[in-house]
């Protein structure tokens, strides 16, 4: 009795294996037809790795780029970025400013629609800004508000206020935009994604936007999701807006975001040929991309910048004993041995405090010697300081450890330093990105830090005001001085090229005073299929999505 | 039995809130604020950050988090979400069939493997056929599971393109053989060591002698007498792998791009995100006693000294 059950079991457990072996044949062919498609229309829809967006889809909301990729590509802002770091009107059909650049009136184009239809307004922004500016919505983006007038210091409309009253609808078609400050290069901020316009669609009778909205937002870009969208999980799936009346046409079938839980993974899916676009190669992979020939490689600086912030509040980092010391240090560091050994040359030594990709950019800013490698140099500075007041204790230099490379460069720096100028500098760990911010932004650290900068839109200014601008919001060592805000607000008031001039004075200041002792660039490097054609780097460091092709 | 099952199930009551519990006090304890890794390097209004703050009761001691949690999950409120503002049951939903099938498919090989090939090394000790397995499997267990996923993936996937060399979001059984061999190799190793000694001891038994002597046909022995014995440890060692299989596929999940539990886990984790993290770790731990339970209970078929009341 017992036998003859255990017999049945056995011989249902067999046809279960055997069956299992059977779906899994057919679940394989089935899914490879899927995958390949029904020919030509799909060869040309580029897959592109993503990861899975951190927040709802909501322009306002989005700081990340799992889901500030997809919306750059579902939404189009009042100008638009060209590869080049250039801007043109996209829904603007003008931005003009007055006198002193603290009034701007916006001109709509005629015949802008979203893809459910509505037309696009001056209320359709106006709104949209004034949701991102109210904190009771909880929008991470907030603070690009803040340089217009009616919000606070950090972007929040302010108290007691839903709306920013430097924002005023004129009629369907234009609005205008009243300014705390003068600021000559606004419209450059304008194709960033927190600043898109909101379909009325979006929001719910209470005027919040809604979580359906933010799962499957409707945008007016040059792209729109398909039927399937956003699967969480897996992927975003767009194909071309038919209704797009800009620049940046879709020349592909369509895009997917492929989400990813590592670059590794997606590095061997383009070599297998699974997926078409990865914009960052993952660190293990960086010495051999670009010898590979299962790829198409791309290498070259990007618009990210790295730096060593020493807050002034540290024992001997004040006044001209401090210079001194910041000059020593930053000339104790050989940039491009470490930009070579331990980058691979996926880093471009730096020359100044913004990106070699930005409009008026040169290497030539007075004062930037003290970015070069100079023993002699550093040990005489060093020494000169120590006669003001001796040196003593540690130096060191904090980093987080879950991002790649970091250790090894803060090891290789502290070395580097501790070798020139003989004193005792050592790395120290943060186990997450996020507790190392935490120390930074409550002022607890009693260390030097490195810093990084991604810019929100292609101009100098917003690698210097925002970060070493007295009281500005991610100026984390707190430095402040007099003729760095002047010189700031002396360009952002300027129009045309004569503020490069006045951009590179305040920069030398910046190298006098060495709030951050710049250490590089970082490199955009990416891998595609060897059938993808027409890559090419914005200044963002991603690709033109809508140009791809196949 | 029944009432065996019940007071067993009873059981889990108190781990599930003594786990969840000591979950959260480690999240609370960890230093650093989850709102700064949502944010990255650009700045955030204060009132922002008070608003997201309060949303998630971060502002609570740790008790109180917990008993939020606790109502949360209870009731399956369907806003439960993460730090992430995605639906927390909705993650896990669609997180966890793409795990459990690779945990079930890498449990499947290692059985059918490990059993199989443990018996016959057992059966016939000490010849060539037992060496040679000592040897793979020795080489299978002290080869990381990372090396082997990579070298496999690209020999598998790249190379040859027997297989798709990830899985990604659409997964199907076939996409999931090979994460699961690589998932199922270090058990496998282990399954037949064990399956393998057990089988050699009862081979020698006193039972196994009588039912020789009264002239059983040898396979009637081996099948009745001697692995039914044997299996046992090896019911145990399986089952309870499960549980390890679901947690232990962090590394395959990454490897092979399977969007499943453990890499939610594991970006839980990195993002301080304690609703996310607490509740996969919660049902993880409930797979664990669940399928220990299971294990016990087929004690009982196996061997029918074993009694549950």
Not at chain 2, 30 to 35: M, T, V
Not at chain 2, 46 to 71: G, M, P, S, T
Request: with cysteine; charged share 20%.
């Amino acid at each position: 009795m017992r036998l003859s059950r255990r017999t049945r079991l056995a011989g249902v457990a067999l046809i279960a294996a055997g069956s299992l072996t059977l779906a899994a044949c057919g679940g394989g062919s089935d899914d490879d037809k899927k995958s390949e498609g029904g020919g030509g229309s799909t060869d040309s829809i580029i897959s592109v790795y993503g990861t899975n967006p951190q927040n709802p889809l909501i322009p306002t909301a989005t700081n990340e780029v799992g889901g500030g990729d997809p919306l750059d590509n579902l939404f189009s802002g009042l100008v638009a970025y060209n590869t080049d770091g250039s801007v043109s009107n996209e829904v603007a059909d003008s931005i003009e400013a007055n006198g002193d650049s603290t009034v701007w009136t916006v001109k709509l184009k005629d015949g802008w629609k979203f893809t459910d239809g509505s037309p696009v307004t001056a209320e359709s922004f106006v709104k949209a800004w004034n949701y991102g500016a109210n904190p009771a919505n909880k929008q991470l983006n907030n603070y690009f508000f803040y340089p217009i007038k009616g919000t606070d210091e950090v972007g929040n409309t302010e108290k007691g206020s839903d709306t920013v009253s430097g924002l005023k609808v004129l009629d369907d078609t234009s609005f205008s935009i009243t300014l705390k400050e003068p600021e000559s290069d606004f419209p450059l901020r304008l194709g960033y994604s927190a600043y898109m316009p909101v379909p009325e669609s979006a929001y719910d009778e209470s005027g919040k936007i809604t979580k359906a909205y933010g799962d499957a937002p409707i945008g007016n870009g040059p792209y729109k999701l398909t039927k399937s969208g956003w699967e969480k999980n897996k992927q975003i799936s767009m194909e071309p807006n038919p209704d797009y009346k800009g620049i940046h046409k879709p020349k592909n079938g369509g895009l997917v975001f492929k989400f990813y839980n590592s670059t590794d993974a997606a590095y061997t899916d383009v070599q297998s040929g699974n997926l078409d676009v990865l914009d960052q190669v993952p660190p293990s992979a960086l010495t051999t991309f670009e010898s590979d020939s299962g790829v198409k490689a791309y290498n070259e600086p990007g618009s990210s910048f790295s730096s060593v912030t020493i807050p002034e509040r540290l024992a001997h980092f004040k006044g001209e004993e401090g210079e001194l010391r910041r000059a020593a240090i930053s000339m104790s560091i050989n940039r491009p041995e470490i930009t070579e050994k331990i980058f691979n040359n996926a880093r471009t030594p730096a020359s100044d405090f913004t990106s070699p990709v930005l409009d008026g950019w040169t290497d030539k800013v007075p004062g930037n010697e003290v970015l070069k490698f100079n023993a002699d140099e550093a040990k005489k500075k060093w020494a000169d300081a120590d006669k003001i007041a001796k040196w003593d204790g540690k130096f060191e230099i904090a980093y987080n450890n879950d991002g790649a490379g970091n250790k090894e460069f803060s090891e290789a720096m502290a070395n580097q330093i501790k070798n020139t100028l003989g004193i005792d500098a050592a790395p120290k760990a943060y186990p997450t990105f996020d507790e190392l911010r935490t120390v930074v932004t409550d002022r607890t650290i009693k260390t030097a830090f490195r810093t990084g900068w991604q810019a929100d839109y292609p101009s100098m200014l917003n690698y210097l005001g925002p970060i070493y601008g007295t009281g500005a919001g991610s100026n984390d060592g707190d430095y402040s001085n007099k003729d760095f805000d002047k010189l700031i607000a002396q360009a952002a008031a300027t129009k045309g090229d004569d503020r490069y001039k006045i951009i590179s004075e305040a920069q030398t200041v910046l190298l006098k005073d060495l709030p951050a002792i710049p250490l590089w660039y970082q490199n955009a490097t990416a891998v595609t299929t060897t059938d993808l054609k027409d890559f090419e780097f914005n200044w963002k460091q991603k690709p033109d999505y809508y140009a791809l092709t196949k | 039995m029944w009432w065996y099952v019940a007071k067993r199930l009873l059981q889990t009551i108190p781990v599930f809130l003594g786990a969840t519990l000591i979950i959260y006090a480690l999240v609370f304890l960890r230093p650093g604020d989850p709102i700064n890794s949502l944010i990255g390097n650009k700045p955030i209004s204060d009132e922002v950050r008070q608003a997201i703050r309060d949303q998630y009761h971060l502002n609570d001691f740790f008790l109180v988090q917990w008993l939020y949690f606790l109502k949360d999950v209870l009731t399956f409120n369907p806003d439960f979400v993460g730090l992430d503002g995605q639906p927390v049951f909705e993650k896990i939903r669609n997180a966890l069939p793409v795990t459990a099938t690779l945990a079930l498919m890498a449990l499947a090989m290692d059985a059918v493997i490990g059993i199989v090939v443990g018996t016959i090394a057992g059966l016939r000790r000490n010849g060539w056929f037992d060496s040679v397995t000592l040897v793979i499997s020795l080489i299978l267990l002290s080869v990381p599971i990372f090396v082997v996923g990579f070298v496999l993936q690209f020999l598998f996937g790249v190379k040859f393109g027997f297989f798709p060399p990830t899985v990604g979001g659409d997964w199907t059984i076939s996409k999931l053989l090979l994460p699961a061999f690589v998932l199922a190799i270090a058990n496998i190793a282990t399954t037949t060591r064990l399956t393998r000694t057990s089988v050699a001891n009862n081979l020698t038994a006193d039972h196994v002698r009588t039912a020789r002597a009264k002239g059983l046909p040898e396979g009637a022995v081996i099948r009745n007498h001697v692995l039914r014995n044997s299996l046992v440890p090896v019911v145990t060692y399986i089952g309870i792998n499960l549980g390890s299989l679901m947690a232990g596929a962090i590394i395959t999940e990454g490897i092979f791009n399977v969007q499943g539990i453990g890499n939610l886990a594991f970006q839980a984790v990195n993002r301080g995100d304690a609703p996310v993290t607490v509740t996969v770790v919660a049902v993880m731990v409930m797979i664990y006693v669940f399928m220990s339970l299971i294990v016990d209970l087929l004690y009982a078929v196996l061997d029918p000294r074993i009694r549950y009341v």
